[in-house]
T-cell receptor
Framework: DVKVTQSSRYLVKRTGEKVFLECVQDMDHENMFWYRQDPGLGLRLIYFSYDVKMKEKGDIPEGYSVSREKKERFSLILESASTNQTSMYLC??????????FGQGTRLTVV | GENVEQHPSTLSVQEGDSAVIKCTYSDSASNYFPWYKQELGKRPQLIIDIRSNVGEKKDQRIAVTLNKTAKHFSLHITETQPEDSAVYFCAASKNSGNTPLVFGKGTRLSVIA
């Protein structure tokens, strides 16, 4: 059973803080993704990575960065959190053109 | 890049009726089209997918159809049950393991008992 685990279910951070969201998958998947989910806007791609130390910008990368030092771990970094980054963040992993497995999500509130 | 439009945004049906959700895509190179179901408070999970070499695929009460010429695909749920109530997302991607899924904005389906 594939598991994608996000480090926190809920986070509350202050404006201007540097925030780290961690995601770990246990199926040796090459590809990992960070999506942001907002009501009425669906799942929007922030960044993705198809190999260690590789990263590609998605549709809404502004204000975010990522790190993939190990194959199983993909981190999303909010350099200076702002209130408009309050959202649900979903990590996913895939191997090739097959099913994407999602983490349980991190609901981030920036106050 | 790819753009996926999904309609309707909300859908209410009586238990036992059918539900249809439609998506269109813009990139003719896309050839993988999955559907995800997200129950309240849970993660999205794949329920069915179709590849461009197939026009229709069925799995019990769920079916997906694809019209490559018109660049649209649809999810059909028959004999709906209350447990079908969820948000459904369509997605599209190209024939490359390194190409991410582009999602529609979702459809909130409510099945009324």
């Amino acid at each position: 059973d594939v598991k994608v685990t996000q480090s926190s279910r809920y986070l509350v951070k202050r404006t201007g803080e540097k925030v780290f969201l961690e995601c770990v998958q246990d199926m040796d998947h090459e590809n990992m993704f960070w999506y942001r989910q907002d009501p009425g806007l669906g799942l929007r791609l922030i960044y993705f990575s198809y190999d260690v130390k590789m990263k590609e910008k998605g549709d809404i990368p502004e204000g975010y960065s990522v790190s993939r030092e190990k194959k199983e771990r993909f981190s999303l970094i909010l350099e200076s959190a702002s209130t408009n980054q309050t959202s649900m963040y979903l990590c996913a992993s895939t191997e090739g053109r097959v099913e994407a497995f999602f983490g349980q999500g991190t609901r981030l509130t920036v106050v | 890049g790819e753009n996926v439009e999904q309609h309707p945004s909300t859908l209410s049906v009586q238990e036992g009726d059918s539900a249809v959700i439609k998506c269109t895509y813009s990139d003719s190179a896309s050839n993988y089209f999955p559907w995800y179901k997200q129950e309240l408070g849970k993660r999205p999970q794949l329920i069915i997918d179709i590849r461009s070499n197939v026009g229709e695929k069925k799995d019990q009460r769920i079916a997906v159809t694809l019209n490559k010429t018109a660049k649209h695909f649809s999810l059909h749920i028959t004999e709906t049950q209350p447990e079908d109530s969820a948000v459904y997302f369509c997605a599209a991607s190209k024939n490359s393991g390194n190409t991410p899924l582009v999602f529609g904005k979702g459809t909130r389906l409510s099945v009324i008992a």
